[in-house]
């Protein structure tokens, strides 16, 4: 397995491309996999392939409509109204059951094609908005799985598990790529580029945490 190359879950969110110029900086072949999964806001793929390409990095898409169809949820099924908020009592209804399940175990399978063994995730735990998919044991008990079920050992590396969003800001601002993610990615539900619709989670999430990192460099 070669050391020098990692695989990139890539989404051409905000988190994501951090991510995969994290990965640029901390590795010398950076691979780039992006996945159809039935999602309302596939725009995201053709803006995460002109990233790729800015970036230098290699680029594959997949299509894995099958996990878009195995549970109803809001990015994915037109008929249901996005939730503005998480449930007391249970999840967002924006969560996507074994959507990270999937595209790690992907993701590995096709790292170990390319014999690389370094996954990169942008999920976090600190600002997971309650995907349980999203927390640190998940991705260390499967980590674990991976290696078993291909005999093989993977890593992955979550480099904004314990980021909060202004921080995350702050880590794309050390990269040198503020003004990218600010600008040309896709964080929003409703499929809207940059600052996005302003008003879903995800956009909540990101804006908040532009205005606070902002805010500590005065």
Not at 160 to 170: G, N
Request: with cysteine; aromatic share 8%.
């Amino acid at each position: 397995m070669n050391h020098d190359h990692a695989l990139v879950v890539f989404s051409g969110g905000q988190d994501s491309t951090t991510c995969l110029y994290w990965a640029k900086k901390h590795f010398a072949h950076v691979h780039a996999l992006c996945f159809r999964y039935g999602q309302k806001h596939e725009r995201e793929v053709d803006l995460a392939r002109a990233i790729a390409a800015r970036a230098e990095v290699d680029f594959r898409e997949m299509s894995v409509p099958l996990i878009g169809q195995l549970g109803h949820n809001a990015l994915t099924d037109p008929a249901l109204t996005m939730d503005e908020a998480k449930p007391a009592d249970s999840y967002p209804n924006t969560f996507v059951p074994g959507r990270n399940l999937f595209f790690l175990s992907i993701a590995a399978v096709h790292a170990r094609e390319l014999g690389c063994h370094h996954l990169v995730t942008g999920v976090s735990q600190t600002d997971y908005s309650g995907y349980p998919d999203c927390r640190d044991a998940f991705v260390k008990s499967l980590n674990v799985t991976l290696n078993l079920a291909m005999d093989e050992q993977f890593v992955i590396h979550t480099p904004l598990m314990w980021l909060d969003k202004a921080q995350t800001w702050a880590l794309a601002d050390e990269l040198g790529i503020l003004e990218l993610v600010r600008r040309e990615t896709l964080t929003c539900y409703n499929g809207i580029p940059g600052d996005g619709c302003g008003h879903c989670p995800a956009c909540r999430l990101r804006s908040e945490g532009l205005k606070k990192y902002l805010a500590s460099k005065k």
